[in-house]
């Protein structure tokens, strides 16, 4: 597995996940005590969704996040970002990145374009056939928005935690530059 500017990377191909969880395209168990930041590189079918779940259910045993409330919001908004990038992009491939920074656990959802479209919340969506997943996920993070990345789009939120051994296992936060 390739570690990319401090990003463990998986890559499946429409293959392994067509036949997940087969052995071969699951990581071995010890990669994911290094995956601290890990980048999920997967193709652009229905069936990845379940499998980026699942995925997703690794890193955040492996990081011990142990709360039930939290890792169902984490699982609710990579579904939902997931879903929206396969249903609403052009993407072959989409790219799940996930990471922790002090008591927050941030998701990335990157497709390559081809929407004419940007992600919104519909406002009173309880009588819509499609449109509520997004209001959902919103309400599930702490923070949540999209930004144009390399000719794409990149939805982000966050979700705060505590891991399963108290406040003093979670990583330190990452100082980011000041915009000026």
Do not use: Y
């Amino acid at each position: 597995m390739p570690v990319t500017t401090g990003w463990t990377q998986l890559t499946l191909t429409a293959r392994q996940v067509q036949r997940w969880p087969d052995a071969d395209a699951a990581p071995p168990p010890r990669w994911w005590e290094a995956a601290d930041r890990v980048a999920f590189r997967l193709p652009s079918l229905e069936k990845t969704v379940p499998v980026c779940r699942g995925l997703v259910r690794a890193w955040l045993d492996a990081r011990q996040v142990c709360d039930g409330e939290t890792q169902h919001s984490l699982m609710l908004i990579v579904s939902e970002f997931l879903a929206n990038a396969i249903r609403h992009s052009a993407s072959i491939w989409i790219t799940c990145r996930l990471w922790t920074s002090g008591d927050l656990l941030f998701v990335e959802v990157r497709d390559q374009g081809g929407s004419l479209s940007v992600p919104r919340v519909h406002r009173n969506g309880a009588t819509r056939e499609h449109g509520r997943g997004l209001a959902l996920a919103a309400s599930s993070a702490r923070e949540w928005g999209w930004l144009a990345a390399d000719g794409g789009c990149a939805v982000w939120a966050t979700v705060a935690f505590v891991p399963c051994g108290g406040p003093q296992h979670a990583a330190p936060p990452i100082r980011l530059p000041e915009h000026r």
